[in-house]
């Protein structure tokens, strides 16, 4: 019910743009959330959206990534500007409590 697209392959200081798309009205009324799991790590939380547009990010990425959502469009995107090669990881939307994105992955090169 979310599908997760627009990761690539980007150089350092580069940016990429994902979206979820939900099916149905599933982001109607409820917070969204972008996730991302880098080699040998675990799934880390990353930015969030209320409702009513309220967002927040990890530090690592404050200042470069921006969480927006399209309630008519029932999607949630993630803009993603001065990436760095840390960046690298495969990028997990969610729609709580138990919505995943199948994952899109996200490559920075140095």
């Known amino acids: 019910q979310l599908q997760a697209s627009g990761g690539g392959l980007v150089q350092a200081g580069g940016s990429l743009r994902l979206s979820c798309a939900a099916s149905g009205s599933l982001f109607s009324g409820v917070a969204g959330f972008w996730y991302r799991q880098a080699p040998g790590k675990g799934r880390e939380l990353i930015a969030g959206?209320?409702?009513?547009?309220?967002?927040d990010y990890v530090d690592s990425v404050k200042g470069r990534f921006t969480i927006s959502r399209d309630n008519a469009e029932n999607t949630v995107y993630l803009q993603m500007n001065s990436l760095k090669p840390e960046d690298t990881a495969v990028y997990y939307c969610k729609r709580p409590p138990v919505y995943w994105g199948q994952g899109t992955q996200v490559t920075v090169s140095s």
């Open positions: 959206i209320t409702s009513s547009g309220n967002t």
